[in-house]
């Protein structure tokens, strides 16, 4: 027989592997700090409190077969909780989703909400899992810039004013991936609006609102409106292996949801999901746990924003880092961190350069670290390196 | 603020919710044998084992990480060795992918492969998780009917001569559901030297290979070419919960397939990849827990089988049922089963009427039986109850 393959879909042909991922597997080695990812750090997730939990959960056969699209029914109900109060209204348990990871619902509500050749805004720099899922739906993707308090509302309102009509505007509201920022109160409540006035949802995506460093941040875009879909995770305070994600959404959307899910993969892993419920469910516990984390993490965003203003303040200007897992930095001296990267590599350091988040300006002078797999003494070195680097 | 909802996407308007799906909800009452499910047993599932196996993934904390998009390496590893085994052929890490079941691969290959507007060839009556994903992805799609010895590849020789050029035949090719038949050695051969002369891809999706009562399945589909995509899964064997399935495909497709798989969701689990792999090559455990299952499941269907021909047998004719979790059965007498099921559930007993499954022919008088779930008194309970349905 002849070896000749048939031929793959042409939707294929312009996707490409990310160049994040890319990138984590070139820096991989021991030899270099890589600053490139963004993973959690694995020591602060709580192996033994899981493993109780598993142990736990398997006293119960059940949890061993299929279960619900929409999630195992406690753990819907603890997150319903836990919604409403963050939400500050009752969420019923129809209105919550348990996803494969936060992902997945960006994927499926992709599908759900956007016709191809609809217009989806996004932040620029962008979240790049976004970015992949909305172009894969045949969106067009138009950026709006981000500042100090998020999301320029006021370039989004003049895209509006231009007659454009978005079916969807995504935006991660809290310490944003890679800006670092988070979007302020007054412009939170001025999204919801707008979406209501021109009929389009809003996906707010929330991973990273438990880690807080100095105060949490503001009540969610999702609070005033039901047409702001809020997502959210258990990857980054607990563990990413449960493969725990949720959306609250109103119950036609997650119908829909759950007519893709059953074709996309049947269910979520009711072993899983009862660890995460547990968890979730255990208050003090959880209130400790997720204090330490923000602590370790607070400390190191500390060290490495006070490493970059020490060694490389004349040079570039970063973010705060109020939360979450990435700094932000902007070079001011013209220097292009696309070109400096290899450089930066043979030193010993690795970061993401900011065209890999680009949507519409090209983040020439930008770069995204993070600061949550590395000791403070270890940041301090990686930004010596750079120094060196930027310097010679 | 007015709470009017902004549209839903027009990819919705055609979809709807799984009859089986629904089904599965109706006949959840105490007091109803229901023979309509596809669940393995969840007594059978080795949950110490399992216990025992996720005590020892948690002694290391990077099992509850992001993992590779493609699967955890050493769970891939097992699975080459366990399909080379199968495939007669030395099958390399890089073509096994890890998806979350295999539906995940079904869904994300029908992305990877089909074009919208191609031709998806399935077999009729169809697995309804393969058609839901394969009409959700554009394809048109028409079925090729199954005999005792699986799909006729004389129909489809015949749809090729017609001038159809089919991108994609997709084979449930062991111990059918929802037919109940294993296609013959010779067929096999025949539909993979039909693929490689004619440039479709065939999709072999086996989940039930392993579940043989009396002897196995003839080698499969893809040990006669590399065009054939193999898909297999955990979760008859050992346990859905995992949500351990797998693909072997040429190096190209699983790239594409790791593409797709970042923007759905971006990993599996460590985790539960790490509790299949630990099962999966302990080789002595396994051959006793599958033989054990098989012994149970090979009692219950002839249990079933039984009692249709002692008690039905002047109505209808039912498969052997060599293996797998389904019987399938058509009334001779021109019972519609459709009709019949409300007056059965008032009786007590629920089944799936053929229609369910139906691409091109209607399948009103037949109707799918799962035997994997009731002990032996209970099923032939289960046909006393029918047989009193249809003798009313």
Redesign the interface.
């Given at each position: 027989?002849?070896?000749?393959?048939?031929?793959?879909?042409?939707?294929?042909d312009g996707?490409?592997?990310?160049a994040i991922?890319d990138l984590l597997k070139l820096t991989a080695r021991g030899d270099i700090i890589s600053l490139a990812g963004g993973?959690?750090d694995?020591?602060l997730?709580p192996?033994d409190r899981?493993?109780r939990a598993?142990?736990a959960a398997?006293a119960d056969?059940?949890?061993?077969?299929?279960?619900e699209?929409a999630g195992w029914g406690p753990l819907r109900a603890v997150l319903a909780a836990r919604e409403s109060a963050r939400l500050d209204r009752s969420v019923p348990v129809e209105e919550v989703f348990v996803?494969?990871?936060s992902?997945?619902a960006l994927?499926l509500l992709a599908?759900?909400?956007?016709?191809p050749g609809?217009l989806v805004v996004v932040e620029d720099p962008a979240y790049v899992?976004a970015l992949?899922?909305f172009r894969?739906a045949g969106a067009r993707v138009v950026g709006v810039p981000l500042d100090a308090e998020g999301m320029r509302i006021d370039a989004l309102v003049e895209l509006i004013d231009r007659g454009e009509r978005p079916?969807l505007v995504h935006t991660v509201s809290s310490f944003h991936n890679p800006r670092g920022v988070t979007m302020s109160a007054d412009r939170r409540r001025a999204l919801?609006?707008l979406?209501?006035r021109h009929?389009?949802?809003v996906v707010e995506d929330d991973p990273y609102g438990d880690l807080w460093f100095d105060g949490s941040a503001p009540a969610p875009v999702a609070s005033?409106?039901?047409?702001v879909i809020r997502l959210s995770s258990a990857?980054k305070i607990l563990?990413?292996?449960?493969?725990v994600g949720w959306m609250v959404a109103?119950d036609?959307?997650c119908r829909?949801v759950?007519?893709?899910k059953?074709?996309?993969?049947?269910?979520?892993?009711?072993?899983?999901q009862q660890i995460a419920a547990d968890l979730l469910a255990d208050a003090g516990w959880l209130t400790a746990h997720v204090d330490k984390v923000r602590r370790i993490y607070g400390e190191r965003a500390a060290a490495l924003v006070g490493a970059l203003r020490d060694r490389l303040g004349h040079r570039l200007v970063s973010t705060d880092a109020a939360g979450g897992m990435f700094v932000w930095a902007d070079f001011t001296d013209g220097t292009d961190t696309a070109d400096l990267l290899p450089r930066a590599i043979d030193h010993g350091v690795a970061y993401v350069p900011g065209s890999a988040f680009a949507v519409t300006r090209p983040y020439r002078h930008s770069l995204r670290m993070c600061f949550t797999t590395a000791d403070t003494a270890t940041l301090c070195e990686a930004v010596g390196r750079l120094a060196s680097v930027v310097g010679e």
């Open positions: 027989m002849s070896s000749i393959m048939p031929p793959l879909a042409h939707r294929l996707l490409r592997s990310s991922r993973l959690p694995e020591q997730m192996r899981i493993a598993a142990e398997l056969r059940s949890r061993l077969q299929y279960t699209s996803t494969h990871g992902q997945q994927s599908e759900v909400l956007v016709d609809a899992g992949q899922v894969a079916a919801a609006e979406a209501e009929g389009f949802w005033y409106s039901p047409t990857s563990a990413p292996s449960l493969r109103p036609a959307v829909g759950e007519l893709l059953q074709g996309a993969d049947l269910c979520g892993s009711a072993l899983t």
